[in-house]
T-cell receptor
Framework: GENVEQHPSTLSVQEGDSAVIKCTYS??????FPWYKQELGKRPQLIID?????GEKKDQRIAVTLNKTAKHFSLHITETQPEDSAVYFC???????FGKGTHLIIQP | GAGVSQSPRYKVAKRGQDVALRCDPI?????LFWYQQALGQGPEFLTY????????KSGLPSDRFFAERPEGSVSTLKIQRTQQEDSAVYLC?????????????FGPGTRLTVT
């Protein structure tokens, strides 16, 4: 089955700096790659997604890049703010296989 | 509008008891998914419905787990003879169309604790 690796497991950045979270996947048939944000005790919420016919997608301070040849995709958050603190999950295999998550901590 | 709802929000069961977890998807959503999320981990896929048809149940960990969606709307995840390793948050999600092509909207989850 699909295997999704996510790194790092914890990321601490200064407020205003950028944060990058990376994921790799194994199933070359994967075509849909969402990213979810989950605050403590809350449900996962989609923040951005990308499909395999696109290499990059941006939405304000958030961007996702996809390299299908290398089978990896990354989440980029610029100008981080305290409210960005949460656990972030990537997913592959049509959005059904999740990574283990990255705990993003924004230091004031 | 109303999002995905789940009930109960919390459930404590003694080992060996049966439990039933309910999911009310967003009205009109064709696809419904169940996930298991252990503490500090990502959601793990359990099963997927398209309308009333269960198209994928490859993630169900054992034959003690059973899911149904008889009328293509509300779904129930049943766990028989619960064991301690079943303790987790069970998340339900729904999607407008086919799996893998559209955003999944998650419910708040049911936290199951087996004592």
């Amino acid at each position: 089955g699909e295997n999704v690796e996510q790194h790092p497991s914890t990321l601490s950045v200064q407020e205003g700096d950028s944060a990058v979270i990376k994921c790799t996947y194994s199933d070359s048939a994967s075509n849909y790659f969402p990213w979810y944000k989950q605050e403590l005790g809350k449900r996962p919420q989609l923040i951005i997604d990308i499909r395999s016919n696109v290499g990059e997608k941006k939405d304000q301070r958030i961007a996702v890049t996809l390299n299908k040849t290398a089978k990896h995709f990354s989440l980029h958050i610029t100008e981080t703010q305290p409210e960005d603190s949460a656990v972030y999950f990537c997913a592959a295999s049509d959005g059904l296989t999740f990574g283990k998550g990255t705990h993003l901590i924004i230091q004031p | 509008g109303a999002g995905v709802s789940q009930s109960p929000r919390y459930k404590v069961a003694k080992r060996g008891q049966d439990v039933a977890l309910r999911c009310d998807p967003i009205s009109g959503h064709v696809s419904l998914f169940w996930y298991q999320q252990a503490l500090g981990q990502g959601p793990e896929f359990l099963t997927y419905f398209q309308n009333e048809a269960q198209l994928d149940k490859s993630g169900l960990p054992s034959d003690r787990f059973f899911a149904e969606r008889p009328e293509g709307s509300v779904s129930t995840l049943k766990i028989q003879r619960t064991q301690q390793e079943d303790s987790a948050v069970y998340l339900c999600a729904s999607s407008l169309e086919l799996a893998g092509h559209y955003e999944q909207y998650f419910g708040p989850g049911t936290r199951l604790t087996v004592t």
